[in-house]
């Protein structure tokens, strides 16, 4: 099982207005250059080392889209805080613009929709939820890193940026690995009867038997090292 822990952050759009205010609608004929990946930040889940690419001097992001699409192609599941509903979709649509081929399907291992769907987090942010879990917090930044970056292609605060996405990662695979336990796996990575999470079958615990509505009878165990929790057909058991 290979998973891969990744971060993006995004530039913003450029473009013309006749004065900045509250409630102004603008259209897309207003922008004059659009949104593209400054850098992004990976790792492989239970590796020390923490990877990083960035846009060129010219800020284009072709080279940087190719070159981790080729990272992301090896992955079985990704880990990343809003994924699903941020960063692959910023990469898709880079990889589209610059006609890069990229999975339509992802197994996601995301933990905004894990937050919002079984746990109850006085905040659903990242750096929220892993000051509650007491396993660190972000880096703080301001907005005035994104105009550094971007308007003046500061290259000290691009590697400011490239730092700030890195920690992103890790603070990512942190939550993660606490939320883990606590939700169902995605992929199974070993035999019918061990562990879908580490594989292990020697190290797991009958929890306890159901029975479907339909009459279909299951075993529910626990595994000792992750924990976690799955299930069984019993047919699948004899």
Known sequence: MKRLVYDIEVCECKGTF????YKISLSYNNVTDDARIICIAWKWEGEKKVYSDHWNRDQCDRGLVKRFLKVLHQADEIVGHNIVGFDNKWLRTRAIFHDFSMPPQ??????LTMARSYFRFPSNRLDAIAKYLGV?????VGYDLWHYVHLENNRKSLADMEDYCRHD????ETVWQHMMPYVPAKTHVGEIGSCPECGRWDDVIRSKKRRSVAGRNTVQFLCKKCPKYFTVAASKLT
Request: hydrophobic fraction near 30%; aromatic fraction near 6%; charged fraction near 25%.
């Open 18 to 21: 006749w004065r900045p205010g």
């Open 106 to 111: 992802l197994v996601n291992q995301d933990t």
């Open 136 to 140: 660190g917090k972000k880096i703080k």
């Open 169 to 172: 990662v890790q603070v990512s």
